[in-house]
DNA sequence: GCCAACGTTGGC
DNA sequence: GCCAACGTTGGC
């Protein structure tokens, strides 16, 4: 079963937030790369919540995959900060899906300790000017994260 | 708030 | 198809 790793703000969902919801629709993807991850995921996989662009970034918990994806009514949206004024309803290029929390970490595992970690090197996540929101995890990158909780 | 790095846009 | 200009991301 796939690993992956989704950044969110979280201002705007973060892992307690999940939490207290249960379940939430994750939108707003606008970059390809991303969005061809998030159609290849599958029902029930995994992946660590990320949090970015705040005072402490870094790994936060855990979520699950809840379902498959669907056009993002974000991009359909003109009050959303994510609408695509190029999207329509019969041609909207950007997907969503809905995810489960499953588990918060006690405290968030610091992107410096992930740097750290020499078995992570090839982890999109600490490489070098990648912006990358949305990225696959492999079983062994997976384990080492778990492991440094 | 700064700025490095990357992605996107659009003129040619 | 090239590439300069611009916009965005996201850590610090």
Redo the contacts with the bound molecule.
């Keep these: 079963m796939p690993y992956w790793l989704m ?1 969110s ?1 979280p201002d705007e969902l973060s892992i307690h937030h999940l939490q207290k919801l249960g379940r939430a629709r994750w939108d ?1 993807v ?4 991303a969005r061809n991850f998030l159609r290849s995921m599958q029902e029930s996989d995994l992946f660590f919540f ?6 402490e ?2 790994i936060a918990g855990i979520a699950r995959i809840a379902g498959p994806t669907y056009p993002d009514p974000t991009a359909l949206d003109p009050q959303s900060p994510y609408h695509d004024p ?1 999207a329509n309803a019969e041609k909207n290029p950007w997907s969503a899906l809905d995810v489960e929390f499953v588990e918060a970490f006690e405290q968030v595992l ?3 300790r992930l ?1 750290d970690n020499p078995a992570l090197v090839g982890l999109s ?1 600490v ?7 949305v990225m696959p995890v492999s079983e062994a990158q997976w384990q080492a994260i778990l492991a440094m909780r």
């Design positions: 950044k703000e707003g606008r970059n390809y790369q990320y949090h970015s662009s705040c005072p970034p870094g190029k610091p992107l410096a740097r996540l490489q070098r000017g990648s912006r990358l929101s």
